[in-house]
């Protein structure tokens, strides 16, 4: 196997795992770490795609989904959850 097809492997493989441990919904740890594994997936297609021939969409479109993921692993691990504010 050489490095872009372990790098398309991975990538997909990450980020099926990752999408099965968002829709478990257990809980905003476990979604966190799940962000963690999309951004790791997200690397590696963005390498494969740009790396690989007649792939670099993949490339591009997983620049923008890497951002939305650093996002996800912001709102679910590094900031605290808000408090809700009584009625």
């Given at each position: 196997m050489t490095l872009i097809e372990a790098l398309e492997w991975y990538g997909a493989?990450?980020?099926?795992?990752?999408?099965?441990?968002?829709?478990?919904d257990l809980g905003r740890r476990?979604?966190?770490?799940a962000f963690v594994i999309f951004v790791t997936s997200s690397?590696?297609?963005?390498?494969?795609?740009?790396?690989?021939q007649e792939s670099e969409g993949i490339g591009y479109q997983n620049?923008?989904?890497?951002?939305?993921?650093?996002?996800?692993v912001?709102?679910?691990?590094?900031?605290?959850?808000p408090v809700l504010a009584a009625d």
């Open positions: 493989a990450a980020g099926a795992l990752a999408a099965l441990i968002v829709s478990l476990a979604t966190g770490f690397i590696a297609l963005i390498a494969w795609g740009l790396l690989g620049m923008i989904l890497f951002a939305i993921n650093c996002v996800g912001y709102r679910y691990l590094i900031r605290k959850k």
